[in-house]
């Protein structure tokens, strides 16, 4: 079976499946808002905050297969409670697929302006999830092909508009327009863009090589889409003047220089790829802690059985899959609720920052072993800076973010606490990592 086992091919396929998204299309020209042309460098800074950020996980990734993705880990390094807290916002973040389905089919109405939203959104994940139900590398190797379609319209960005940038991109007043407080601003804004490598973790039990797989995708797709940005980010704010970009979407940067069907491919193709391969990805990444979470005994144990087909979980796919479904199909506005779990997400960065401390205590004879050991001292200097990283990083959100959406983010996180504290006693943490 190890020949179905994910490889580092799949796993870089995976994570840069959800890097990309729609986040780009909107993210560049806020940034450009906060900096001008200097985004370029803003882009690389993100990247380098974003990878310090991951370091926590790359330590815990780097010294164990945890089974269950960031839940095992949090379970094992931190404890139980935090361990149920985390889960049931996992289960949350399952509304959050029917938007990406929703979004999806926005932008095929406006190629096929006939099409049925729902029918296009029902379809879309129904073959989704039939291929995780056939098995994670079938899914794998849809999220190959679909990542290549996506390359294609990126680097259609980068081919036609390279050649426009205008003269002079370095000088004043279009760059660093903000100042040093407006750089930094975009720097750590953008780490939004950057980030979402590290939830590949979440594939370890897939895995064929986990531990040094796993670290070295985190890294490598981070530091690959960073540099990608930046060029794409050089691109929409040098062909135009600054005022003409700053807070609008790269589709104004990309029409100025674009033959007409190859800006449609990118604006309408390019997105909806961007969607689909995050959402496969997201699909993917909520099953394997959502097992060992019902086999633990958060959840009801029978959603763990295995299809003895496939290998895979289909009771926990046939729910997420109602989860997500039944919001198309009923037609409820679901965007505030779907958007309510991203301060919660952002947050778990500095829960596993906080719990890889543990690493001596918890695991110290497999993190004497580890390719990543360092002194404790160390150690934890580096996981202070990823808990400060990630509480900057919720603050801009709270800044930036709606205030039925703050609402939302504590009515969940209320929900979880309640139901993490009236389960726990029933819970039993099983050991749920191997060496490798």
Known sequence: MNEQ???????FSMALGQIIGVGIMTMTGIAIGFTGRSVNIAYLVAGVLTVISAIPQIYIGGTANFIGGQYSQIAVLGNKKLAGIFIYIQIAMTLALSMYTLSFSE?????????NAKLVSFVVLTVLMLMHIAGMKQAARLQNIMCAILAVGIASYIVFGIGHIQPGYTDMPGFATGGISGFILAS????????????????S????????????????????????????????????????????PLSVSAVSFMPKAVYTFFVVGGAMFALLTTLNFNIGMLVYPLKKASEDGWLPKNLAVTNKRFGTTHWILLAIYLISIVPILV???????????????????????????????KMPELWKRSAFYISDGKLKVICFIGI????????ML?????????????????????????????VEVKASFTEK
């Open 5 to 11: 086992k994910l490889t580092r091919t799949d796993l």
């Open 331 to 361: 037609g409820l506005d679901l965007s505030t609720i779907a958007n309510s779990t991203v301060i919660l997400t952002t947050s778990v960065r500095g829960v596993i920052a906080f719990v890889a401390m543990s690493l001596p205590k």
């Open 188 to 203: 750590i804004y953008l780490t939004f863009a950057a980030g979402g490598a590290t939830y590949v973790v979440n594939f």
């Open 205 to 248: 039990a897939e895995a064929k090589n986990p531990t040094k797989d796993i670290p070295f995708v985190i890294i490598v797709s981070t530091a690959a889409i960073v540099v990608l940005y930046a060029v794409m980010a050089t691109i929409a704010a040098g062909v135009l003047p600054v005022e003409e970009v700053a807070n609008k």
């Open 107 to 115: 932008y095929f109405l406006s190629l096929f302006p006939g099409a």
């Open 398 to 426: 709270l800044v930036t973010t709606s205030l039925a959406q703050i609402c939302g983010n504590c009515c969940i996180l209320g929900i979880a606490v309640i139901f993490a504290m009236m389960l726990h006693k029933r």
């Open 388 to 395: 400060i990283l990630a509480g900057i990083s919720v603050l």
